[in-house]
């Protein structure tokens, strides 16, 4: 009986290990972060990126039309580099 209660006991005790063997892992990186890159988010190769491949960056979401300087709904590399230079909040 005692070894069973030794052993709950144990359980019990490491359970909280658990969490912090993960808190060594990075933060998550962004898409952009990941990719690094126009090519990685322009999905279809097609030169440019479209808002569902900018989704793939939640930040690129949030400043797209800003970024989108001629307006026909798509970033080229140009556009893509000045909205990615510039720091994002």
Do not use: C
């Amino acid at each position: 009986m005692k070894k069973i209660h030794l052993l709950a006991a144990a359980a019990v005790a490491v359970i909280p290990l658990a969490g912090v063997a993960g808190d060594d892992k990075e933060k998550p990186k962004t898409t952009t972060e990941q990719s690094g890159s126009f090519d990685a988010l322009d999905a279809n190769k097609d030169g440019r990126i479209s808002m569902p491949e900018a989704s793939a960056d939640p930040t690129l979401v949030e400043s797209f039309s800003k970024a989108d300087k001629n307006g026909d709904g798509y970033l080229d590399s140009s556009e893509y580099q000045s909205s990615s230079t510039k720091p994002r909040m």
